[in-house]
Antibody, heavy 116, light 112 residues
Framework: EVQLVESGGSLVQPGRSLRLSCTAS????????MSWFRQVPGKGLEWVGF??????????EYAASVKGRFAISRDDSNSIAYLQMNSLKTEDTAVYYC???????WGQGTLVTVSS | DIVMTQTPLSLPVTPGQPASISCKST???????????LYWYLQKPGQPPQLLIY???NRFSGVPDRFSGSGSGTDFTLKISRVEAEDIGVYYC?????????FGQGTKLEIK
């Protein structure tokens, strides 16, 4: 059974940094890209970015709204994907979801609140 | 960016009746390899989105066959043959042919 568990969400002040983790199980993590999406409570869904598998270069892509501030990385030996969020803004407040490469399996999400 | 437009935004349905949601994109979602990169998700209250349909018409694992997807190019439809109470929530279409991936605004299905 595929499972994705996000962690690391919290209340953080504007301008600070936060790192989210996504621990995966139930599939061959190395073989797949991993994506991050977010959702402002009560609003729609937004793609944040993804990291390709090492076999496809391990490169990353980002939404314009986070490019230059967020970075996705992966630890294939431990089946973990990370979302490093720097220079956080109040508009980054959202539930962040980790999603597998098929776009079919989503974690339960972790809430990030950016507020002073 | 590709804009995804869903209609209707609100859909009251009587249990046992059919329901249909439209999703239109501003660009074709057909890839040169023949795949059309259109997904349908359902987000039930308090839960993450769950994939219903991928590549226009393929039901994801465990999805009941009362859900079906159709369409091509820029025009897509999700149909529920007989709505059940457990189908309530917000339905989203999403495209992944071009970055950034983009979603429709969502269609809230409620039971009459």
């Amino acid at each position: 059974e595929v499972q994705l568990v996000e962690s690391g969400g919290s209340l953080v002040q504007p301008g600070r940094s936060l790192r989210l983790s996504c621990t995966a199980s139930g599939f061959t993590f190395d073989d797949y890209a991993m994506s991050w999406f977010r959702q402002v409570p009560g609003k729609g869904l937004e793609w944040v970015g993804f990291i390709r598998s090492k076999a496809h270069g391990g490169t990353t892509e980002y939404a314009a709204s986070v490019k230059g501030r967020f970075a996705i990385s992966r630890d294939d030996s431990n089946s973990i994907a990370y979302l490093q969020m720097n220079s956080l803004k109040t508009e980054d407040t959202a539930v962040y979801y980790c999603v597998d490469g098929s776009l079919g399996y989503w974690g339960q999400g972790t809430l990030v609140t950016v507020s002073s | 960016d590709i804009v995804m437009t869903q209609t209707p935004l609100s859909l009251p349905v009587t249990p046992g009746q059919p329901a249909s949601i439209s999703c239109k994109s501003t660009q074709s979602l057909l890839h040169s390899d023949g795949t059309t990169f259109l997904y349908w998700y359902l987000q039930k209250p308090g839960q993450p989105p769950q994939l219903l349909i991928y590549a226009v018409s393929n039901r994801f694992s465990g999805v009941p066959d009362r859900f079906s997807g159709s369409g091509s190019g820029t025009d897509f439809t999700l149909k529920i043959s007989r709505v059940e109470a457990e189908d309530i929530g917000v339905y989203y279409c999403m495209q992944s042919i071009q970055l950034p991936y983009t979603f429709g605004q969502g269609t809230k299905l409620e039971i009459k």
